[in-house]
């Protein structure tokens, strides 16, 4: 008797807590209990926003602008903001590029360091190899073809596509379909069939 009253001394809180625990299953009352919960808990969070709405209004805003701004974008997105930063340079011819990529970043908003870091690489590295990127282009379009008749969309899409298969790795299929879907939202109507078939041509010959 002495050990059970010890035992039931020691553990009477785990005891009744296993008991009310049993009792609510058995009854199914725990659904009742949580609804109970849920709206007293409620009632409390409504009542605490009401007195401090203004408050609660600007950490909310804060919130979502933090988010907004701190998203991670993924790589088409930022693959498009890169497109769109090329075809400006490629018609304001700056003299200085780094410049003009801050400028960019910080006139859109871009806060993502992927996405900064991916369109630095991309415009710096286009430039650097613009020379064979462009012969590789134009030895691949018709023969009565010179690299100036494109229209400076298409040649942004088609440096940016090449520049990410043969300097990044990129798989050739994705950095096509990619390019292609630029033509499709930006360029004109010829320009989807126009970027596939040089992008499939250069892919081909070098496939070889």
């Not at 050739?172 to 390019?179: D, P, Q, R, S, T």
């Amino acid at each position: 008797m002495d050990d059970f009253k010890s035992f039931w001394n020691n553990n009477q809180g785990t005891i009744i807590g296993v008991i009310v625990a049993v009792i609510l299953l058995i009854t199914k009352l725990h659904d009742l209990v949580i609804a109970l919960i849920l709206i007293i808990g409620c009632g409390f969070i409504g009542n605490y926003i009401y007195k401090n709405k203004t408050e609660v209004k600007d950490k909310l805003k804060k919130f979502i602008d933090v988010t907004k701004k701190g998203k991670i974008m993924d790589r088409s997105g930022a693959r498009e903001l890169a497109f769109k930063l090329l075809y400006s340079l490629e018609i304001q011819k700056p003299e200085n590029i780094e410049e003009q990529i801050e400028l960019y970043i910080e006139s859109n908003n871009i806060t993502s360091q992927n996405a900064k870091t991916y369109m630095e690489d991309v415009v710096n590295g286009i430039e650097k190899n613009k020379e064979q990127i462009d012969k590789l282009i134009e030895k691949n379009l018709k023969s009565d073809w010179k690299i100036e008749r494109i229209s400076k969309m298409d040649l942004s899409i088609l440096r940016l596509a090449i520049y990410e298969i043969n300097y990044k790795e990129l798989p050739y299929k994705v950095a096509i379909n990619e390019a292609v879907e630029l033509a499709k939202k930006y360029g004109e109507d010829t320009s989807k069939k126009f970027v596939n078939g040089v992008l499939a041509s250069i892919v081909k010959e070098e496939n070889k």
